[in-house]
């Protein structure tokens, strides 16, 4: 592993605000600037782009409707959320014929995870954790040579975040891309990759994972 390593900086200064909750009288409200440095292997330079994002959060109002304030359970917030799933995760189950041998299969399904993570679901949900991890097994399994040979460009939104793309990407030099390319490597590391998708995708979809006319 190179000691090298590629730096992000950035300073946030956010502009001063005052609060009249309540009807009580206007109140400065103190917000300091935020001093964020990230640094990166060199060799995950290339393809790092860290995404920062402003959420504005009233820390003054107490009512019960503050995004603070809530009063549901952990357990009641899973099974709430496990309850959605079914009817918010589209790629899911996949269909009949879906092969998961071949590596364009699996790049159309990630393409799909993808553009649902981006567009639909919320990063700060557990669905979001849930989905990256699914994006990373297919988006590997369709390009088994990451992050080597070649691949697209994934949106920045998502994070390379995860056991499964952790645990490959520290391994990924170990990859014999000659071995790799030969039918019978390439054939049992999909059918592996396919085994952790389908524990993986049980968390939120206990249902039979292909379609079932």
Not at 19 to 29: C, E, F, H, T, W
Not at 89 to 108: S, V
Not at 160 to 182: C, H, P, Y
Request: aromatic share 10%; with cysteine.
């Amino acid at each position: 592993m190179s000691n090298k390593v590629t730096h992000f900086l950035t300073v946030i200064n956010p502009e001063s605000r005052s609060d009249s909750s309540d009807g009580a009288p206007l109140q400065r409200i103190l917000l300091m600037p935020v001093h964020i440095s990230v640094s990166v292997a060199e060799e995950y330079g290339p393809f790092t782009s860290p995404v920062m994002e402003a959420i504005s959060v009233d820390l003054c109002s107490t009512c019960s409707n503050s995004p603070l304030m809530d009063d549901s359970t952990p357990s009641q917030a899973n099974n709430d959320l496990s309850s959605q799933a079914d009817d918010i995760i589209p790629f899911l189950p996949l269909r009949r014929t879906f092969n998961y041998i071949n590596p364009m299969e699996w790049a159309t399904l990630s393409k799909e995870i993808e553009e649902w993570l981006v567009n639909d679901v919320d990063t700060r949900s557990q669905l979001w954790t849930w989905g990256c991890n699914a994006f990373w097994l297919t988006f590997v399994a369709a390009y088994p040579l990451f992050p080597r040979g070649k691949w697209p460009m994934w949106d920045p939104h998502i994070p390379v975040e995860g056991t499964f793309i952790q645990e490959w990407l520290g391994r990924s030099n170990d990859i014999d891309a000659m071995k790799l390319e030969g039918e019978h490597s390439l054939v049992a590391l999909l059918n592996d990759i396919w085994a952790e998708f389908n524990r993986h995708t049980a968390l939120f979809h206990p249902l039979p994972l292909l379609a079932v006319d």
